[in-house]
């Protein structure tokens, strides 16, 4: 702009009076450029920043732990504000990842923290030397946090699978220990085994194969219905006639017994061989885990639900345990059982998908009762 | 004849082992739970083989109380686990186990820990 409008002044003496005209509007039309930049100048100023930032964000979607996160971020972070250095904090204000310098002089530093949903925090460092910490950074720093936070919940999404897949591979483990055990020796040594040796190796092969089988089935069933290909139908359900079904499904073992007190007529809404897994594995899962007496309680509670509660009077589940008891494999895994772990997952699972609850509760003094609230069939 | 204590809390792995070790020549005792275990410990068996999941003590800590006990600290432990962390196998050996089998195990490879276990018991002044 100086040299034009240098170049204007002299040449106002010797052109004529259109070229400095045309002069003027060159200069007016740079100097309004250089105020307020037209659309197509910003796009193109902006590109390399664009460009940045999408490589920031397509390198963050392939990070699966929050490590990686930090690792794959924190670099875009410090190049796009011309940083010191930037780090990701956890809950605990311990360092996950940190690129450049993050040991700050107090005297000297320009630090900004953005708090992350997950407890933790980016922080970003600089110095006085490097005020960047301006203007239209910090929107964009906000929204790299705000992609941390996605990231992060990705991550632990992923995490929860790979428990599950890793839990899932070691309840297949003990059933699988004694199949191949028993069928090793079975395979070199019958020879040497007595008649009965071989009874109880072949009954317990069964035991274990029903075991590995139960456990798959329930691994497909909860696979089927969060993908929600589970097909739920809609019936109405006699509740005492389904009760005993389950029953004559489940029978009690020796030295237990099973009480039911369902008055006739009390109908529900719901798939009957879906209820009927519920019930079967709440009761099978007294059997195992609960006291001698059990009880199978229905009645309609005053919003018109239908109030199923099955109830032992054994120790209960322990304490520790009760926030996770729905969740898949959150079993004590110090008790021992046979069970799958997946089993109240699974009756959750259904129950919500019948548009009901199901919910633990101690029995007073001790036991446990699990409460299944379903709608009622008008 | 040399006799292995077997603890395992479930009966059909506890009775797998019994006959892999009882085919090859052993002498079986079973413990079902951590304190059961460390009672029978007591008996003398040439070797423990233990589980590390149990129902009432883990079985870290049965391996612990074993070599904490100057009378048992001599028998060696061969832990059996479904647990496939390295970190559980390396807390299980800097405890004092001779040897680590994991589930599902083979029963060639359980009989071979076993017996350089009793051998190491019986080399052993």
Known sequence: LVLLSALRRQSSAQQPNHVIQVLDLVVAAIFYMGLAPPHMLIERWRQPEREATR???????????????????????????????????????????????????????????????????????SNSYSPLFGGDKVPVLQSFADWVDLALGRCASIARERQFISNAAHELRTPLASLTGFASLLATERHKMSEEEVDVSLQAMVRQGDRARGLVNNL????????????????????????????????????????????????????????????????????????PEITVDAKVDELGRVVVEIADDGAGVAVDLVPHLFQPFARDLRSSGSGSGLGLAICRQITNALGGTITYDSTKPSGARFVVTLPEAA | MSRILVVDDEPDIRMTLRLILQLAGYAVTEAASGGQAIELARDGPDAILLDIRLPDIDGLDVLRALKGDPALATIPVVCVTAHSSGETRRQALALGATGYVNKPFDIDEVRAVVDAAVVTRTAAP
């Open chain 1, 220 to 291: 497909l069933d909860m696979a089927q219905i969060e993908r929600g290909a589970m097909h739920f139908a809609s019936e109405v359900v006699e509740l005492a006639g389904l009760v005993e079904e389950s029953l004559a499904h489940a029978p009690a073992p020796t030295g237990r017994t099973v009480e039911v007190h369902i008055p006739a007529g009390v109908r529900v809404r719901a798939d009957s061989a879906r209820l009927q897994q519920v019930i079967v594995n709440l009761v099978t899962n007294a059997y195992r885990y609960g006291g």
């Open chain 1, 55 to 125: 490589a920031a964000f397509s390198d963050l979607v392939s990070a699966v732990t929050a490590a990686e996160v930090g690792a794959k971020l924190l670099p875009h972070v410090v190049a796009y504000v011309g940083a010191q250095g930037a780090a990701l904090y956890d809950r605990d204000d311990d360092v996950i990842a940190s690129y450049g310098t993050i040991q700050r002089d107090p005297q000297d530093a320009d630090v900004l923290r953005f708090s992350l949903r997950s407890g933790g925090a980016l922080v970003v460092y």
